[in-house]
Nanobody
Framework: QVQLVESGGGLVQAGGSLRLSCAAS????????MGWYRQAPGKRELIATI??????VYADSVKGRFTISRDNGKNTVYLQMNSLKPEDTAVYYC????????WGQGTQVTVSS
């Protein structure tokens, strides 16, 4: 099965930016729509999705600040995060939108005020 490895998280001040990457061990084109999720204590939230054709959808909480993209040739999905807020603090994961793959380890994003 395709494995997912997230990276790029870290500690950043409010208003800062981070770019997350999600590298897949197999074809993301064959998977189809991919998404970024985040897990804060007690809650997992789907925050951005992207189809193979590049159509994107964002949760209201990140709209206008985050941008999802994908490179099918590199089997990688990205999340550009700008204007970060303390409430964005969470562990970030990528996965398929349907028919979940095994979850990766995620990458921690911590935003200080």
């Amino acid at each position: 099965q395709v494995q997912l490895v997230e990276s790029g998280g870290g500690l950043v001040q409010a208003g800062g930016s981070l770019r997350l990457s999600c590298a897949a061990s197999g074809s993301i084109f064959s998977i189809g729509a991919m998404g970024w999720y985040r897990q804060a204590p007690g809650k997992r939230e789907l925050i951005a999705t992207i189809t193979n054709s590049g159509s994107t959808v964002y949760a209201d909480s990140v709209k206008g600040r985050f941008t999802i993209s994908r490179d099918n040739g590199k089997n990688t999905v990205y999340l550009q995060m700008n204007s970060l807020k303390p409430e964005d603090t969470a562990v970030y994961y990528c996965n398929a939108v349907r028919d979940y793959l095994t979850w990766g380890q995620g990458t921690q994003v911590t935003v200080s005020s």
